[in-house]
């Protein structure tokens, strides 16, 4: 076996666990709180690192910084870890993730950075038409208005880190 390919396998288990994780923490502490705290403690290991936090953040880019950081963190991992509670990890994970792109191809349209083609909505139609298909056995296990609602905010997670982006 190849290196590269360990690495990859290394990766997959430790994203896997942290994903599991994640479900165990929501389920104890409310999710905001579980989701502040994680980010709170990464942030202080990431500022001890950096070390000059000046030239990282001066020049103006302290409120770019923290507008990115709002949509990309508080309101990504906020909405995501609130759908968590009431819909599986691996679902939330796989929704969130698998739906990047489709946001990011469309603010890249929207701003004149990509010319869209027929080919390109036939891939994301069918993207979309196999994950609809791939999780519409949840919907099941998602049953009433409100329970609904609530997952959804793990799909419109997707949306936050395309945001952020606009502001980088």
Do not use: D
């Not at 690192?49 to 990309?72: E, N, P, S």
Request: net charge positive; glycine share 10%.
């Amino acid at each position: 076996m190849h290196l590269n390919h360990i690495l990859f396998l290394v990766m997959s288990l430790i994203w896997g666990v942290t994903w599991a994780a994640t479900k165990a923490g929501v389920l104890v502490v409310p999710p905001l709180f579980f989701g502040a705290m994680r980010y709170l403690l990464v942030s202080a290991v990431l500022m001890l690192m950096v070390g000059k936090l000046r030239a990282t953040f001066g020049g103006g880019r302290a409120w770019r910084l923290v507008i990115t950081a709002l949509l990309a963190v508080i309101a990504t991992y906020g909405l995501l870890y609130w759908g968590m509670v009431f819909v599986p990890s691996g679902v939330a994970g796989v929704v969130n993730m698998s739906m990047n792109p489709v946001f990011f191809f469309a603010l890249a349209i929207l701003f004149g950075q990509e010319q869209p083609t027929w080919r390109h909505f036939g891939a994301l139609a069918l993207g979309i038409v196999g994950l609809f298909l791939l999780f519409s056995s949840q919907a099941s296990e998602i049953s009433g208005c409100s329970s609904l609602r609530r997952s959804s905010a793990a799909r419109a997670s997707s949306n936050c880190p395309a945001c952020a982006r606009l502001t980088i």
